[in-house]
């Protein structure tokens, strides 16, 4: 008789794939990179931990929100023996990840607002931007859309 999927304490790379919804190539990668870990069975296969899944969405949420892979391993590996967040460790991660996180929320919104307006790219082609960056006054800030970039710089 069949376990249910639900009741299985290993997963096979198809079925974390299909409850995750990762795909089966990003789990793969996951592996490789170290944030997730399966055991081989005699045959060769895959098998994850049924809390591989807490793992899975806690990786995908961060990447969700720019969370860089790297990142997200460092906060892992600081589990002890690698193992499953709970609640408590989420709020201590996502605690860390608060400030960078509202860093760039307001780089977005400062895009967003300014995204009609010049940029300071040069390119002085919009009536708006030869009164916000006459002569292009910008340019001696250095290159690229200057508003943008010095936002992201302070």
Aim: charged content about 30%; aromatic content about 4%; glycine content about 8%.
């Amino acid at each position: 008789m069949d376990v249910p999927t639900w009741d299985k304490k290993e997963l096979t790379v198809g079925e974390l794939s299909a409850r995750s919804g990762a795909a089966v190539s990003a789990l793969h990668f996951y592996e490789r990179k170290g944030l997730i870990s399966s055991r081989r069975t005699t045959g060769n296969q895959r098998r994850y931990a049924r809390a591989t899944l807490r793992r899975v969405a806690l990786i995908r949420i961060a990447q969700r929100v720019g969370i860089p892979l790297a990142q997200i391993k460092e906060a892992l590996d600081e589990l002890p023996d690698g193992r499953t967040p709970t609640k408590k460790d989420w709020e201590k991660l996502s605690r860390a990840w608060r400030k960078e996180l509202d860093e760039r929320i307001q780089a977005l919104q400062q895009i967003r607002d300014d995204f009609t307006d010049c940029i300071g790219c040069g390119c002085l082609s919009l009536n708006r931007c030869s009164l916000a960056n006459t002569h292009d006054e910008l340019g001696g800030h250095g290159s690229g859309p200057r508003r943008l970039v010095e936002v992201e710089a302070s």
